[in-house]
């Protein structure tokens, strides 16, 4: 089992847009990096603005990379960072009778 320190995580309402460049500049590191892009421009804005933030380590965890926008901007954003291999990405493990859909990768 895994224990999170909830003091230490933080939950960001809003649009991508205007939320990722504030948190940009208010986040030292980060460990995890989960989010909830459905969009093209939503992925990008996340993975632009926060995975510099991450952890060498640290995973990201990508909740809809099944969707084509989102798997496109992953993709554009990856080639973009030859550190990040392809083959790096892993689908998120299923229950019984789900359509696979999450997706996550560990930043070397």
Known sequence: DLECDM????FIEGYFKDTMPKLKEEID???LLVFDGDAYSATLEVLYNLYDKV???GYVILDDYCLTE????????I???PIVLMDTITHLPLKEGEMPCGAWFRKP
């Open 7 to 10: 003091s230490k995580v933080k």
């Open 70 to 77: 989102c798997k496109a901007a992953t993709d554009l954003f």
């Open 29 to 31: 590191k980060i460990s």
């Open 55 to 57: 952890a060498s380590g």
């Open 79 to 81: 080639k973009d960072k």
